[in-house]
């Protein structure tokens, strides 16, 4: 044997615990808001600003109570504007272990304190 094929079987060796060894993220489920209280509401848009750099946002419709995906609608146009290339920006309510948190399309975790949810069922 060359030098290069002994040193396969000793390469493999030292790579295979890697292969076993491969944790997962935190486990997260879909979820929904308990309750879309004024106090709950709040919270989520506050959050939802700083995700989205706004100090303001609009809501899309649905439920948070029944659906697990919340969209901030773009700003609204300027009165010299006609039409916007801007899109909604899509969240989802997830369960992180008992944490509620919003997931953006980029897999970006954003905690939403005091607001609690339950897992979504269809």
């Not at 094929?5 to 491969?22: D, G």
């Not at 995906?69 to 300027?78: D, G």
């Not at 916007?84 to 944490?99: I, Q």
Request: hydrophobic residues 45%; glycine residues 6%.
């Amino acid at each position: 044997m060359t030098p290069s094929k002994r040193a396969w079987p000793a390469l493999l060796a030292s790579l295979w615990p890697l292969a076993a060894c491969q944790t997962a993220g935190p486990a997260d489920a879909p979820a929904v808001l308990e309750s879309a209280d004024d106090a709950t509401m709040a919270t989520v848009k506050s959050v939802l600003a700083a995700a989205v750099g706004r100090a303001e946002i609009t809501l899309g419709p649905g439920d948070p109570t029944a659906s697990p995906t919340l969209t901030v609608l773009p700003p609204p146009l300027h009165p010299n504007e006609t039409r916007s290339p801007a899109k909604p920006t899509v969240f989802e309510l997830r369960l992180r272990g008992e944490a509620c948190v919003v997931i953006d399309g980029l897999n970006e975790a954003y905690p939403l304190p005091g607001v609690a949810c339950r897992p979504f069922t269809k």
